[in-house]
């Protein structure tokens, strides 16, 4: 991890005012790191309140603000939320106590998963059981955030998928399915962290198409890819996600 400095954070200053962020909030965030309180980096699976509002207001950040994938006219309060949230189970990243990264998992529920409907997509054609299935969404890094902090993104993604990987092991679900764009579907071959593309292009915050993985031949991939990375990934939940992802460094 690089050493942050609050010149870093100042020259971005101009940058972050337009997500939101204020000059006396980064010198604070900054005072912290002085003082060594707490873990630079962290993830965890969301489990309360403030932890929950914290991930609405970083999709409204990303989605609405630095993407402009929705007008952020549709959420006045600053809150990027929808109907799947409450089938859903949420992760947070963490720089300090600044929520810099999410994702969620969608279980198999009554609205089915929104990578089907968006892309006009049915896994049952695939001969695949909807309640062994989930779908990972909103998987995104504040691109903002990470260049104030000077982290790298790629490590935050992969820290996030570790804890997606851990949630859908201990549940026992068989198959993952995303609506993807081909940016995300490369970063994540690239680790053997394999899904494939089962239909057509569609728009949707950008382009993207249905895209489906097995946990089985998943876990094989990575393993034959980078061994680093399986033990990464699958390290029980017990151990400290701050020394792990800083003993595993994707290059």
Do not use: W
């Not at 109907?83 to 089915?112: C, M, Q, W």
């Amino acid at each position: 991890m690089k050493k942050i400095s609050f010149d870093f954070f100042v020259f971005n200053l101009g940058k972050l005012k337009r997500c939101g962020i204020e000059y006396d909030y980064l010198q604070k965030i900054y005072s912290r790191e002085l003082s060594g309180r707490g873990k630079v980096l962290t993830f965890h699976k969301v489990d309360t309140e403030e932890d929950l509002g914290q991930v609405y207001r970083l999709r409204y950040q990303i989605y609405c603000l630095e993407k402009g994938f929705e007008p952020k006219e549709k959420y006045p309060d600053g809150i990027e939320m929808d109907e799947y949230d409450v089938y859903s189970i949420h992760f947070i990243a963490k720089v300090f106590d600044v929520a810099v990264g999410t994702a969620r998992l969608i279980l198999n529920n009554p609205l089915g998963f929104p990578a089907e409907n968006y892309c006009k997509a049915d896994i049952t054609d695939f001969s695949i059981k909807k309640e062994q299935t989930v779908e990972i969404s909103r998987f995104a890094v504040s691109n903002a955030l990470v260049r104030a902090f000077n982290f790298d993104r790629t490590r935050i993604l992969i820290g996030l998928f570790r804890e997606v990987y851990q949630e859908t092991k201990q549940l026992g679900i068989e198959y993952l399915c995303a609506a993807m764009g081909k940016g995300l579907q490369r970063l994540l071959c690239k680790y053997g962290v394999i899904f494939s593309p089962l239909g057509p292009v569609i728009d949707y915050h950008g382009p993207r198409a249905f895209h489906l993985s097995s946990m089985l031949n998943m876990e094989e991939d990575v393993f034959l890819k980078d061994c680093g990375l399986f033990k990464f990934i699958s390290s029980p939940g017990h151990h400290d996600p701050h020394e792990l992802i800083t003993h595993y460094s994707p290059v």
